[in-house]
Nanobody
Framework: QVQLVESGGGLVEAGGSLRLSCAAS????????MGWYRQAPGKQRDMVAA???????NYADSVKGRFTISRDYAKNTLFLQMNSLKPEDTAVYYC?????????????WGQGTLVTVSS
């Protein structure tokens, strides 16, 4: 089972930047798609950004041009660079990994890291 640990959340003013990190417990070459999701109070969990093992990326419309997702295979770490932050970006951010074991498709989630953007 892949374990994921997020870090990098915190309080930032509107217009500021944060970089989230997600450390994977094993070699990321064994993981297919990785992504960042977020959940604001009282709302569902939504995809923010995703990146395939081939490097193809996908972003939610609300973060395009402001957020950048990347994978560092040497560090087994997923990143989310967040610029020009807005109060509506406030949420708990979760890291996700999709991988296969013994022919089964599996999902792993981190514990979440809180991002708060003040106006």
């Amino acid at each position: 089972q892949v374990q994921l640990v997020e870090s990098g959340g915190g309080l930032v003013e509107a217009g500021g930047s944060l970089r989230l990190s997600c450390a994977a417990s094993e070699n990321m070459f064994s993981i297919n798609t990785m992504g960042w999701y977020r959940q604001a109070p009282g709302k569902q969990r939504d995809m923010v950004a995703a990146i395939t093992s081939g490097g193809r990326t996908n972003y939610a419309d609300s973060v395009k041009g402001r957020f950048t997702i990347s994978r560092d295979y040497a560090k087994n770490t997923l990143f989310l660079q967040m610029n020009s932050l807005k109060p509506e970006d406030t949420a708990v951010y979760y890291c996700n990994a999709q991988y296969r074991r013994s022919g089964r498709s599996l999902d792993a989630w981190g514990q979440g890291t809180l991002v708060t953007v003040s106006s």
